[in-house]
């Protein structure tokens, strides 16, 4: 079995990629925008492996748009 690459931006005009795996490094990522109590909502998940080829800047504003 293959391991999938963890992938973590190194800035927010990093496009998100087609393989994306929500890693601990790519939750710190978050963290550094969105605040400490980040959290890899279901409705996020979804967002970022169907839009990809999008920006993290493009992910961080969909995340504020989440209650």
């Not at 795996?21 to 492996?49: A, M, N, P």
């Not at 990809?52 to 504003?61: D, I, K, N």
Request: with cysteine; glycine share 8%.
């Amino acid at each position: 079995m293959l391991k999938k690459e963890m992938h973590v931006p190194g800035s927010l005009d990093d496009v998100i990629p087609a393989e994306l795996v929500c890693s601990q490094g790519l939750r710190t990522f978050f963290e550094k925008y969105l605040g400490e109590d980040f959290r890899y909502k279901v409705e996020f998940q979804r967002w970022l492996h169907q839009n990809a080829g999008r920006t993290y800047r493009e992910a961080v504003s969909f995340y504020r748009t989440l209650g």
